[in-house]
């Protein structure tokens, strides 16, 4: 199941159909890997972060997170700009996002018994304006971090003949996990890997709904894009990576 959205520009009278799974990649932060909230690019490069983000990712570094290029030489908050475009195009795209953001992280940061700053009186008919702020100085650590429950599966008929011997691949003996949001699909196969004493010459890949998953790709990203509108678990297979 996918969600379709179906947008009106001006001037075309037909729908346009646009998958979110297409765009997803486009309109989500690469440091908290949510959908963009108050997007802001680097001029440099025209990379995109939520404001907070990248603000708080200038306080310690002055590069990009994507690209590494120098953001300014001594004040790198001045070559930031607000991209309103684009965060007008993720609020349409992304329905009720504002308030299901802001909802989902109140609720994380209270059962957390972390302090939230309240709205203020008569606030509420200025539009979107994040009002939740981290006043935990450990809420970057691991543990403070949501969870998701997966379920790792080993694809069917997993074997493969190495120069010595033939490979058949396990399954997993514990195969519900919960973890960080946070974590990559590289951590993921090499917790396998341990798991199942898997030969160095073997290559093991991730599938999440038949996609294979890049290395780099956090869970938060997969839910995204792929288990969204699915039950949890989130059901990811995992296989021998064929060469060629
Ligand atoms: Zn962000
Ligand atoms: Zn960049």
Not at 22 to 45: K, M, Q, R, W
Request: charged share 25%.
């Amino acid at each position: 199941m996918t969600s379709n959205l179906s947008l009106y520009p001006v001037g075309i009278e037909e729908d346009i159909i646009i998958r979110i799974n297409d765009v997803n990649p486009h309109i989500i932060c690469s440091l908290c890997f949510g959908y963009f909230i108050d997007a802001t690019s680097i001029v440099e490069c025209l990379h995109t972060f939520c404001k907070k983000c990248i603000v708080k990712h200038l306080q310690v570094s002055k590069h990009c997170p994507t690209c590494n290029i120098k953001v300014h030489e001594t004040q790198p908050l001045l070559n930031l700009r607000a991209d309103r475009t684009l965060q007008d195009i993720v609020y349409k795209l992304v329905p009720g996002l504002f308030e299901n953001e802001e909802e989902r992280r109140e609720e994380f940061y209270k059962s957390r018994g972390m302090l939230i700053k309240k709205k203020r009186e008569g606030e509420e008919n200025l539009g979107p304006k994040l009002t939740t702020v981290f006043t935990n100085p450990n809420a970057h650590q691991y543990k403070y971090d949501e969870q998701i429950c997966l379920c790792l599966e080993k694809h069917s008929g997993q074997h493969v003949e190495l120069p010595t011997m033939t490979y058949k691949l396990r399954s997993l003996e514990k195969k519900f996990v919960r973890c960080s949001i946070r974590v990559l699909v590289a951590h993921l196969l090499a917790i396998i890997r341990k798991k199942l004493d898997v030969p160095h010459q073997v290559n093991l890949q991730l599938l999440c709904c038949g996609t294979v998953l890049d290395v780099e790709m956090s869970m938060k990203q997969i839910y995204l894009m792929q288990w969204y509108d699915k039950p949890s678990p989130m059901l990811l297979f995992y296989k021998i990576e064929v060469p060629g």
